[in-house]
């Protein structure tokens, strides 16, 4: 069995429960099992007891019994420095949802303590593993001269997921962007070192959730494929199939300086935005 460890700010939020289903249920056959957790600010039902799972009242002492520790806070993206410099120095392989730290500086320190300690460790939103973009990808038939994605939410905490979506299409290698959007509504264009562009919608509204579904599209040749995601449950079930490979392997299709490369792009779209649209190298 491999043992897996939550570590969150409050274990009640969706991305706990539905990664404790998929692994538990759909993905049951793969032999990885929560068996502790630990939380900075217990909120509602005690989710432990409710879902047999040991609670452990230090970060330390989830590390200790289990094989691989998930790093959560999903909605306390800023808390994953604080959490990771309790998690990594064990060594063991790590998975962090979502985005290292909406903070460059962070994510560069979470990057370098995993370096430094040879923890293995894998960064990612459940949109880079949409069933749509796994479908479209072995279609393409070569390598996007350009691509595109919109979606929605607030940039720091959302933006991640649209961004995920470009990346992988295009790939790493981004070396600068401008955004000629607003705060709610970010339009920004990406370069790559090979000269290559993809741009990158995200509104936030009120009825975000109705008006603005993520698609994304990609170019090869004079051919667009475009695709809307529509399988909510397929992305969470194929980002939990990545998780279990990586815990096993070691190896993951998401590294670090790809997971880096997306706090890149959300910090110099900031940037862009406060220099009124200019490009922001990095």
């Not at 230090?58 to 790093?71: F, K, L, T, W, Y």
């Not at 939990?240 to 670090?256: D, I």
Request: proline content about 4%.
């Amino acid at each position: 069995m491999l043992r897996i460890g939550f570590v969150d700010h409050h274990l009640n939020n969706f991305h706990a429960n539905t990664f404790l289903r998929l692994l538990h249920e759909d993905l049951a056959a793969e032999g990885a099992r929560v068996v502790a957790a630990w939380e900075s600010h217990l909120t509602g039902e005690d989710w432990c007891a409710k879902h047999g799972v040991e609670r452990k009242g230090s970060i330390a002492e989830v590390v200790g019994v289990v094989d691989a520790v998930m790093v959560l806070a999903p909605d306390h993206l800023a808390d994953h420095l604080a959490l990771c410099e309790q998690v990594l120095p064990a060594g063991k392989p790590t998975f962090i949802d979502k985005l290292l730290s909406p903070s460059l500086a962070d994510a560069q320190k979470i990057v370098a303590l995993a370096q430094q300690h040879g923890t293995p460790i894998t960064c990612s939103s459940a949109l880079r593993f949409a069933v749509e973009l796994e479908a479209m990808l072995p279609q393409l038939g070569g390598t996007p001269s350009e691509a595109f994605a919109r979606g929605m939410g607030e940039w720091m905490g959302y933006g991640v997921h649209t961004v995920a979506l470009v990346v992988g299409l295009m790939g790493t290698g981004a070396v600068r962007v401008a955004d000629v959007g607003t705060p709610s509504s970010r339009f920004l264009a990406i370069e790559y070192a090979d000269g290559r562009r993809a741009t990158v919608e995200v509104r936030d509204s009120e009825n975000m959730w109705n008006v603005f579904p993520w698609t994304f599209g990609a170019k090869v040749g004079n051919t667009y494929h475009v695709e809307t995601v529509k399988d909510y449950n397929g992305f969470y079930r194929n980002l939990m199939q990545m998780v279990v490979r990586f815990f096993q392997t070691g190896q993951s299709p998401v590294t670090a300086q790809e997971a880096l490369e997306i706090v890149h792009i959300l910090d110099a779209s900031n940037r862009s935005q406060q220099a009124g649209g200019a490009w922001v190298s990095w």
